[in-house]
């Protein structure tokens, strides 16, 4: 035996060797999958904020209580939005294939994966912004009104600013979701630290470079739970 | 100032219909301070929303000012609402900026450029004397400095009037001195007419030129404080005698145990 190598016992009961030498020796693909990790989440949360909240804030203002309510055409637009939050990811990976085609000119690869990561996020991250809003109460609103602001001044000076420390622990929450749905790419070989740890310790039995792979994303998703805490309490002045 | 004509205001349809406000008529004078009081549920607070017209009435007209606000296009009426201050019983100030910067949005929403902004804000509230809370946010402040800054928001854009929505039910005896003297002192030194719905007795003697007695949606009795002073005067209607009256009179039926507190001190 190595000296680099430690033994790990495994779920069928044979020993797996954490073997440092195998590490290194994959340490370029290591980073690869975590750039793709990266690229995937660095497109589709912003894309699935610029595009999420106005949609969010729409479902808000068209709602029976809201803004300007609109109740026919929000109740097919808020359907609209629960039937794509209704697809299994896996599913929608599929279902979408033609569609991503027609955007990225490919059905394979890290940019195939973020197109139907971005399409589930965006309803996704609409109804946290829906919610968020509505939960601020109608006070705000109501005092903003009296001191003559339209609509948009409302959204913009009242909502948005009210809710912004609740929309920072949603983004938060929506990174760490997909970080996790990302780990499906490896289906339309798009790649990333999750189809990595697939990859290596499913299909070909290396527990100690899944083992690893997982460590990372745990780390990622510490990383980011704990950027997202720290911003969401500097921003909540309560 | 002020001129409401036949005022009536129905909720819901069919089964559910309610109506909070009964073809009120109101006169308001330039100036003064009117007061509307009532039990809960009598339909004050939807008369008060029905002057800015943050509750439209379901017929009857309002004037404020000679502009009669019924017949505005919505741009039309956000720009009188300008002219008409209003703070609220949970103050409804914007938890994640500082007092200046709540007193600010009320300028910016009244389209008053960013320079006059900043000096505008620090003026109103040093009438309220919070201007060395202007960096402060609601959360880190009393609920007496909240409401006054609340009021500071409402006088910045130098409001003809400023409807008050039980401004002082949800802070203590000692703040609603403090609150009322303000509203008071505002009221004298800037001539600004102000309305004050509340179903505190005291709040309204202590503040107010007239007053309207609310029952079910409908004023059932208006007077001047002055008539108080009069001792023979004796409001027309019960709700009216049992208000100013605004004594705590309970039925208490004698003790069943005649020893009860003796008994609580052995245990």
């Not at chain 1, 033609?98 to 589930?120: D, H, K, Q, S």
């Not at chain 2, 909070?20 to 004050?44: E, P, Q, R």
């Not at chain 2, 009669?68 to 609220?88: A, N, P, V, Y």
Request: glycine share 8%; hydrophobic share 45%; net charge neutral.
């Amino acid at each position: 035996m190595n000296f680099t190598s430690v033994v790990l016992a495994t779920s069928n009961g044979s020993a797996a060797t954490f073997n440092f030498d195998r590490i290194l020796e994959l340490a370029p693909e290591i980073w690869v999958a975590m750039a793709q990790t990266f690229a995937m989440l660095l497109v589709a949360i912003p894309i699935a904020i610029l595009l999420g909240t106005p949609l969010g804030i729409w479902l808000y203002s068209m709602s029976p209580n809201g803004l300007r309510p609109r109740p026919r055409v929000h109740r097919i637009v808020d359907g609209l939005v629960n039937t794509i939050r209704s697809f299994p990811f896996l599913i929608l990976l599929i279902a979408i294939i033609p569609f991503t085609r027609f955007v990225v000119g490919t059905t394979i690869g890290t940019a195939a994966v973020i197109v139907p990561l971005t399409i589930n996020a965006i309803p996704y991250f609409a109804r946290f912004v829906e919610q968020n809003i509505s939960q601020l109460g109608n006070g705000v609103v109501e005092a903003a009104q009296a001191m003559g602001a339209s609509r948009g001044q409302i959204i913009r000076e009242v909502l948005l600013v009210e809710a912004k420390p609740a929309l920072l622990s949603s983004i938060t929450i929506m990174t760490v979701s997909f970080i996790s749905y990302s780990a499906m790419a490896g289906l339309v070989g798009g790649g990333g630290i999750g189809d990595f740890a697939i990859r290596y310790g499913y299909y070909r039995y290396e527990t100690g470079v899944m083992l690893l792979a997982i460590v990372l994303m745990i780390l990622l998703v510490h990383a980011v739970q704990f950027i997202g805490t720290r911003l969401s309490r500097a921003a909540d002045k309560r | 100032m002020i001129r409401l004509e036949n005022l009536t205001t129905t909720f819901g349809k069919g089964q559910d219909q309610f109506t909070a406000v009964k073809d009120v008529s109101l006169d308001i004078k330039t100036g003064s301070i009117h007061g509307i009081i009532g039990f809960s549920g009598a339909g004050k607070s939807t008369l008060l929303r029905n002057i800015n017209l943050l509750q439209r009435p379901t017929s009857g007209q309002v004037f404020v000012d000679g502009v009669e606000l019924t017949g505005l296009s919505e741009s039309e009426l956000r720009k009188q609402r300008h002219d008409i201050g209003m703070i609220f019983q949970h103050f409804n100030l914007l938890n994640n900026r500082t007092a200046q910067q709540n007193v600010e949005l009320n300028l910016k929403f009244a389209g008053v450029p960013k320079k006059e902004r900043r000096e505008r804000a620090l003026e109103a509230l040093s009438i309220v004397d919070l201007a060395d809370k202007a960096s402060a946010y609601p959360g880190q402040l009393s609920g007496g400095q909240k409401q006054r800054i609340s009021i500071a928001r409402a006088l910045v854009t130098e409001p003809k009037v400023l409807l008050c929505d039980e401004p002082t039910s949800a802070v203590d005896p000692r703040t609603t001195t403090s609150v009322l003297q303000y509203l008071s002192d505002i009221n004298t030194s800037l001539g600004i007419t102000t309305v004050i719905v509340t179903h505190e007795m005291n709040v309204i003697k202590a503040i107010a030129d007239n007053v309207s007695v609310m029952e079910d949606g409908a004023v059932v009795e208006e007077f001047a404080l002055s008539s108080l002073q009069d001792p023979s005067f004796e409001p027309i209607t019960p709700i009216g005698r049992y208000l100013i009256s605004d004594e705590i009179t309970l039925n208490r039926a004698p003790k069943q145990t005649p020893n009860l507190g003796a008994d609580v001190a052995r245990v």
